[in-house]
């Protein structure tokens, strides 16, 4: 197998930890996102959206989407267990797991997305070459979005001290991500929020952190 | 179990047509989001994003987010496989799932959203009360999104009669829920798009597709 990786993005920063927790090493292809290598002609050939990561099994089949490729070795290698235990466990883990996804990555793409000049014609993640423009609009968005993001990452402290309860999951792995994606707009964990500023500075201590 | 539902929402459907594929039948409680039931305190205390559906379970858990629904029963009751039947084909499926969903519902929402006056201040799903207001330019990207959409569908059905191969999946639940949820803004499948006309015909026609 090989994984087409990015080490300063972070979408695949979420399966490295991912691996990382599962001790699996891999095949590793840095493609330069800085530098335009992921929507060069190679790299498009090998996943047309320009996205990272991609994995690549032995067949040849590749897999785009972190989920995807986090839920295959999950199925391959079952423990530790990031998507849970038990049909409750896996159901909470699954809906925060989107909640950390929705409200906490992609909003901190839109707000850093549209207001970098950089990606000012590539609004929207996986365009590829396609003339998106960038939408301003979408960062105070993304910001009021990030507000629920922080809200919810407080909100499931209260009730243990993982985001989804007594041991690390996907959720953390998602969340962590986030919130550093986040501070790249300068937007940080409120100063009131003691229990995610705690939780933050346990995740950020692992090893798989700098995965 | 109860499992929280609007008929006319396009996210319940998804879970109501794998439901129906699966055979599963649970009780139903509808909630009138065109009335605005959605927003009211008694189901915000349900789900504080307001959002549809959610499934209860008998010791009271709430989960929310139709993924999450879906693959509770597809480990509860494997038979017929929707998220595949191995590895390979559940990595396939996953990925391909998401593009429906990121491509193809997410974009059919924000064309629906930004332009439909009783959502003017309600940009983003899940804002709950939240203010957050209609941005147009979304109209726009959503619709360049849409076309983007289309192609995965054409180039998916030139591998098979369904969108992940052999047989039905959720790539194609999601993808027929996207399909007639864009529908809402006069967004239809391109005429040239020979193969996905005739496989929404064919969807369809699926008794499940009327759940």
């Known amino acids: 197998m090989k994984f087409y990786d990015c080490h300063v993005a972070p979408n695949p ?4 930890m991912f691996l990382a927790e599962k001790g699996i090493e891999l095949e590793k292809i840095e493609i330069d996102i800085l530098g335009g290598e992921n929507l060069g002609d190679d790299f498009l050939a090998i996943n047309p959206r ?4 991609v994995l690549e099994l032995d067949d040849g089949t590749r ?4 989920m995807a490729i986090c839920r295959y070795f999950e199925e391959l290698q079952p423990e530790p267990a990031m998507f849970g235990r038990d049909l409750r466990e896996k159901a909470i883990i699954t809906s925060r797991q989107r909640k950390m996804e929705f409200d906490g990555m992609i909003s ?3 707000v850093f997305r549209n207001q970098n000049e950089q990606f000012c014609k590539r609004s929207i993640p996986g365009g590829g070459k396609d003339d998106i423009p960038a939408i301003p609009a979408l960062i105070d968005r993304g910001q009021q979005t990030l507000d629920r993001f922080f809200w919810w ?5 209260e009730e243990g001290p993982y985001l989804a309860g007594e041991y ?3 959720v953390d792995i998602t969340a962590i991500c986030a919130v550093d994606f986040a501070a790249w707009s300068d937007i940080h964990i ?3 929020n003691i229990r995610t ?10 090893p798989s952190a700098e995965a």
């Open 168 to 170: 690390f999951t996907m």
């Open 63 to 66: 897999i785009d989407e972190v």
């Open 197 to 206: 500023k705690s939780w933050y500075e346990i995740i950020s201590a692992r």
């Open 153 to 157: 990452l407080e909100s499931y402290l």
């Open 50 to 53: 320009g996205l990272l990561p």
């Open 108 to 110: 901190s793409s839109e």
């Open 13 to 16: 920063r979420r399966a490295r």
């Open 190 to 192: 409120p100063e009131a």
